[in-house]
């Protein structure tokens, strides 16, 4: 199996679970690619291009754009009060046996999640831009070639134009 196929593995089960785990998986699998162990570099690089380019899409369809990081997740959601009882924070919705309060309850843990998914999404964007400059910098520098396939892979991604603009100021200068 392919880095590329692997890492389309661990893509599709981050879309299907919206588990971060294997967007985790996913990132140690771009973040590990090199190179220099493989016979064929060039084959190498551009794989390893390909799989930055997939890596990156899936992270920006995952990401919410009105995202606002002053909005931090709770470490525990409160129920509302059902049927006149109060529940700590963390109990199982299925405690509460007022259908509309355990509606309510399991929305707010819901949005939460989202929430803890998102901060995780825009952290690790921000590391993998940084991983994405350390590869082209080793693969990029001083070869014209591999500036070529780093457009090549640009052009042939479904990225969007931010994202490849993005991309592109982590070029060394020629």
């Known amino acids: 199996m392919t880095s590329t196929e692997k890492l389309d593995e661990k893509l599709a089960a981050f879309e299907k679970t919206k588990n971060p785990d294997p967007m985790i998986e996913a990132f140690d699998i771009v973040e590990s690619f090199d190179v220099n162990t493989e016979h064929d570099r060039v084959a ?47 109990v199982d919705p299925k405690s509460l046996t007022d259908p509309v309060a355990r509606a309510e309850y399991e929305r707010a843990i819901q949005k939460n999640r989202d929430k803890v998914l998102q901060a995780y999404l825009h952290d690790l964007d921000g590391r993998a831009m940084d991983s994405m400059k350390r590869f ?10 591999a500036r070529i396939d780093f457009e090549t892979a640009l052009a ?17 200068k020629p």
């Open 44 to 90: 190498a690089r551009r794989e390893g291009m390909t799989c930055w380019m997939h890596f990156f899409n899936a992270v920006d369809q995952a990401i919410d754009p009105t995202w606002d990081p002053k909005d931090l997740p709770e470490l525990s959601v409160t129920p509302p009060p059902s049927n006149g009882v109060t529940f700590f924070s963390g």
């Open 136 to 145: 082209i910098a080793t693969v990029c520098a001083g070869s014209e070639q």
């Open 156 to 172: 042939a991604s479904s990225l969007t134009e931010a994202r490849r603009q993005r991309l592109r100021a982590l070029l060394p």
